[in-house]
C-alpha cells in the first residue's frame, strides 16, 4: 500500500474573528477563513489592508490585540488545537514550533537592549542553549543574513541600525529559535525595494535550507511570487480566491484577484498601464450583502448583491469565491 499522505503541518478551519469597534459594538472582522500549509512549504496570504490578514497570522500565534478574539473555527499545529490550548501550552509553541516576524522591527525589538543580546535570548529561551553557545549561533546567524561587520553590529541598539539591519536583526532572532513555522507579516513594507529584494531572497533562501514553513503575509504580488508556491486572496474578512501562484495571477478567477494583478508593475513590460480598483475596501461594520466585493466590481449582476458566495472548487487546486469564476478565469465550463 503506498504511505498515507501527511497531514499540513498547519490547518485554520473556518477561523472567525470578532473585534469591538467604539460604542463596544462586536462586529466580524474575519469570518470562515480555512486554509493550510504543509511541511516545507511557502503560502502567500495576500489583499488590501483591513482585509483581515494580520488579524489571521496573530489569531494563529495566540496573540490578537485587545478588542479581538476568535469567536469561532480551529487552528491546528501538527495536529493539535491550538485554541483549545492554555496559555502555557501556546508559549511551548510559540518559537520552536511557530516564530513570526512582524511588519515595523522598531515594534518587536526591545530599544533598551544591545540586538546581539536579543537574539541570544531568544536563542536560550526556546533552545536552551548555554549563553556561550547562543552567541555563537547569533553571530553565525548574523552573518548568514549578511549583516556587514557583523560582532560590531550586534553590540549596537536597534535605533543605530538603518531599517534593513533591523528587519534582518528580528529574522535572526526569529531564526535563533529553529522555527518549523515562519509567519511574516508585511516585514519588507517599511524598506525600499532594493532593500525588500534582499529580504525576500535571503527568506527564499533560509526556507530552502533550513526546510521550514512560510505563511507570507502582503499586498505586494510581485514579492509573493518570488517566494511562495501557494496563494490565498483575502478581501473583506474573507477567502476570495487559491490555487498555485502561477495559475492564479495568469488567469485569476476572481474580480477582485483580477484587479490586484492589473494594480500590479510588470518590469518585463515596455509599456505597463496600470488600472486600480475602483472605490476602497468596506469598513468593519458596513460590509455589504452578497459578495462583498460587488460595488467595486465592473461584471457584478442583480445576482451578486444577495446571498451567500463561499469558495467553491475549480479544479486543479483552484478555487473562487466567484459566482462568474469560470468565465472570468477563461476555465473550462466558462458558460456560467
Known sequence: MPPSPRPPLLEVDNLSIAVTLPGARRVTAVEDVSF?????????????????KSLTLRAILGILPPGASVSAGRVRFEGKDLLAGNEAELRNVRGRGITMIFQE????????????????????GKRGWSRKVARAEALRLARHMGIPD????????????????RQRVM????????????????????????????????????????GMSLLYVTHNLALLAQLCRRVEVMYA?????????????????????????????????????????????PPLGARPTGCSFHPRCETATNACRTGDFPLRPLGNGRASACLYAERIGGLAGAGT
Open 150 to 165: 557583523a560582532e560590531a553590529c550586534l553590540s549596537l541598539y536597534p535605533h543605530e541600525l538603518s531599517g534593513g539591519l
Open 105 to 124: 522591527p522598531m515594534t518587536a525589538l526591545n530599544p533598551v537592549v544591545r540586538v546581539g543580546e536579543q537574539i541570544v535570548d531568544a536563542a536560550r
Open 171 to 210: 529574522i535572526a532572532a526569529a531564526l535563533a529559535c529553529q522555527p518549523r513555522l515562519l509567519l511574516c507579516d508585511e516585514p519588507t513594507t517599511a524598506l525600499d525595494v532594493t532593500i525588500q529584494a534582499e529580504i525576500v531572497a535571503l527568506l527564499a533562501s533560509l526556507r530552502a535550507e533550513l
Open 36 to 52: 493550510s500549509v504543509d511541511a516545507g512549504e511557502a503560502v502567500g496570504l495576500v489583499g488590501e489592508s483591513g482585509s483581515g
Open 237 to 281: 474578512g474573507r477567502i476570495v480566491e487559491r490555487g498555485l501562484i502561477a495559475d492564479t495571477f495568469a488567469a485569476p478567477s476572481h474580480p477582485y484577484t483580477r484587479g490586484l494583478v492589473r494594480a500590479t508593475p510588470d518590469v518585463d513590460s515596455v509599456v505597463d498601464t496600470l488600472v486600480g480598483i475602483p472605490g476602497s475596501a
